[in-house]
Protein backbone atom coordinates (compact mmCIF):
# COMPACT_ATOMS: atom_id res chain seq x y z
CA UNK A 1 0.00 0.00 0.00
CA UNK A 2 1.13 3.34 -1.12
CA UNK A 3 2.17 6.18 2.19
CA UNK A 4 0.04 9.02 2.53
CA UNK A 5 1.63 12.59 2.76
CA UNK A 6 -0.92 15.06 4.23
CA UNK A 7 -0.45 18.72 4.29
CA UNK A 8 -2.18 20.33 7.13
CA UNK A 9 -3.53 23.59 6.40
CA UNK A 10 -5.04 26.56 7.99
CA UNK A 11 -4.38 29.50 10.71
CA UNK A 12 -2.09 29.23 13.71
CA UNK A 13 -4.58 28.22 16.72
CA UNK A 14 -7.20 26.88 14.59
CA UNK A 15 -6.37 23.05 15.25
CA UNK A 16 -4.30 21.57 12.73
CA UNK A 17 -2.18 19.93 15.65
CA UNK A 18 -4.90 18.51 17.53
CA UNK A 19 -6.47 16.90 14.51
CA UNK A 20 -2.69 15.78 13.22
CA UNK A 21 -2.38 13.91 16.43
CA UNK A 22 -5.23 11.98 15.80
CA UNK A 23 -3.86 10.52 12.57
CA UNK A 24 -2.32 7.53 12.17
CA UNK A 25 0.87 9.28 10.71
CA UNK A 26 3.90 10.48 12.00
CA UNK A 27 3.51 14.13 12.50
CA UNK A 28 6.65 16.43 11.32
CA UNK A 29 6.15 19.99 12.83
CA UNK A 30 8.13 22.58 11.66
CA UNK A 31 7.81 24.58 15.18
CA UNK A 32 9.04 21.72 17.26
CA UNK A 33 11.78 21.16 15.02
CA UNK A 34 12.65 24.88 15.49
CA UNK A 35 12.43 24.54 19.44
CA UNK A 36 14.09 21.46 19.98
CA UNK A 37 17.11 22.35 17.92
CA UNK A 38 17.51 25.56 18.15
CA UNK A 39 15.52 26.47 20.95
CA UNK A 40 13.66 29.51 19.41
CA UNK A 41 10.04 30.26 18.38
CA UNK A 42 11.15 31.66 15.05
CA UNK A 43 14.52 33.33 13.86
CA UNK A 44 14.97 33.62 10.13
CA UNK A 45 18.44 32.62 10.06
CA UNK A 46 17.44 29.39 10.80
CA UNK A 47 14.64 28.90 8.52
CA UNK A 48 16.25 27.24 5.93
CA UNK A 49 18.07 24.49 8.13
CA UNK A 50 14.02 24.42 9.91
CA UNK A 51 12.49 23.11 6.50
CA UNK A 52 15.54 21.09 5.18
CA UNK A 53 15.36 18.70 8.60
CA UNK A 54 11.47 18.45 7.76
CA UNK A 55 11.74 17.97 4.64
CA UNK A 56 14.43 15.19 5.73
CA UNK A 57 12.30 13.35 7.75
CA UNK A 58 9.57 13.44 5.27
CA UNK A 59 11.76 12.14 2.44
CA UNK A 60 12.83 8.92 5.19
CA UNK A 61 9.91 8.29 6.57
CA UNK A 62 7.97 7.92 2.95
CA UNK A 63 10.80 5.93 1.41
CA UNK A 64 10.32 3.22 4.28
CA UNK A 65 6.54 3.06 3.55
CA UNK A 66 5.40 5.53 6.62
CA UNK A 67 2.10 8.31 6.16
CA UNK A 68 3.43 11.63 7.08
CA UNK A 69 1.85 14.31 8.36
CA UNK A 70 3.07 18.04 8.01
CA UNK A 71 1.98 19.89 10.55
CA UNK A 72 2.01 23.64 9.19
CA UNK A 73 0.12 26.30 8.04
CA UNK A 74 0.78 25.32 3.96
CA UNK A 75 -1.62 28.48 3.21
CA UNK A 76 0.14 29.26 -0.16
CA UNK A 77 0.39 27.24 -3.47
CA UNK A 78 4.12 27.79 -3.41
CA UNK A 79 4.64 26.68 0.50
CA UNK A 80 2.37 23.21 -0.64
CA UNK A 81 4.66 22.64 -3.95
CA UNK A 82 7.61 21.29 -2.49
CA UNK A 83 6.08 18.98 -0.01
CA UNK A 84 3.65 17.69 -2.89
CA UNK A 85 6.80 17.32 -4.92
CA UNK A 86 8.53 15.37 -2.13
CA UNK A 87 5.24 13.37 -1.72
CA UNK A 88 5.24 12.81 -5.70
CA UNK A 89 8.95 11.57 -5.41
CA UNK A 90 8.13 8.59 -3.53
CA UNK A 91 4.83 7.60 -5.15
CA UNK A 92 2.75 8.70 -2.18
CA UNK A 93 -0.86 9.91 -1.87
CA UNK A 94 -1.23 13.61 -1.28
CA UNK A 95 -3.78 14.72 0.72
CA UNK A 96 -4.67 18.12 1.91
CA UNK A 97 -6.69 18.83 5.63
CA UNK A 98 -8.02 22.46 5.50
CA UNK A 99 -9.29 23.43 8.71
CA UNK A 100 -11.57 26.34 8.37
CA UNK A 101 -11.56 28.30 11.54
CA UNK A 102 -12.28 31.36 11.50
CA UNK A 103 -9.37 34.21 11.98
CA UNK A 104 -11.23 35.97 14.55
CA UNK A 105 -11.68 32.62 16.61
CA UNK A 106 -8.00 31.46 15.82
CA UNK A 107 -6.49 35.09 16.83
CA UNK A 108 -8.81 34.08 20.25
CA UNK A 109 -7.01 30.91 21.14
CA UNK A 110 -4.16 31.99 20.23
CA UNK A 111 -4.25 34.55 23.86
CA UNK A 112 -4.42 31.44 25.63
CA UNK A 113 -1.19 29.52 23.63
CA UNK A 114 2.27 29.35 25.04
CA UNK A 115 3.54 30.43 21.47
CA UNK A 116 1.38 33.49 20.64
CA UNK A 117 1.59 34.79 16.90
CA UNK A 118 1.40 38.51 16.72
CA UNK A 119 -2.05 39.64 15.20
CA UNK A 120 -0.23 41.56 12.03
CA UNK A 121 1.64 37.96 11.07
CA UNK A 122 -2.08 36.34 11.27
CA UNK A 123 -3.13 39.53 8.60
CA UNK A 124 -0.06 38.80 6.61
CA UNK A 125 -1.20 34.86 6.23
CA UNK A 126 -4.87 36.16 5.81
CA UNK A 127 -3.74 38.49 2.64
CA UNK A 128 -1.85 35.85 1.08
CA UNK A 129 -3.87 32.27 1.70
CA UNK A 130 -5.01 30.52 -1.24
CA UNK A 131 -7.29 27.85 -1.23
CA UNK A 132 -6.28 24.42 -2.24
CA UNK A 133 -7.04 22.69 -5.56
CA UNK A 134 -6.46 19.69 -7.04
CA UNK A 135 -4.58 20.60 -9.84
CA UNK A 136 -1.87 21.42 -7.04
CA UNK A 137 -1.63 17.61 -7.05
CA UNK A 138 -3.56 16.64 -4.14
CA UNK A 139 -5.28 12.98 -4.67
CA UNK A 140 -8.04 14.47 -1.96
CA UNK A 141 -8.73 17.72 -0.31
CA UNK A 142 -10.97 17.05 2.77
CA UNK A 143 -12.31 20.03 5.38
CA UNK A 144 -12.48 19.04 9.49
CA UNK A 145 -13.90 21.49 11.39
CA UNK A 146 -12.50 21.87 15.21
Known amino acids: MRPTLTLMV ?7 STIAADMDA ?10 EIFSTE ?12 AQTMAR ?8 VVIDATNL ?4 RKGW ?5 DYSANV ?23 PDVVYDKMA ?12 DKIYEISV
Request: net charge negative; proline share 5%.
Open 127 to 138: ESFEPMEENEGF
Open 84 to 88: IDIAQ
Open 26 to 35: VVICPDDIRM
Open 60 to 67: MLLKNGQN
Open 10 to 16: GFPACGK
Open 76 to 79: TAYR
Open 95 to 117: HACFIPTLIEECKRRNTLRDRVV
Open 42 to 53: FDSKVEGMVWFA
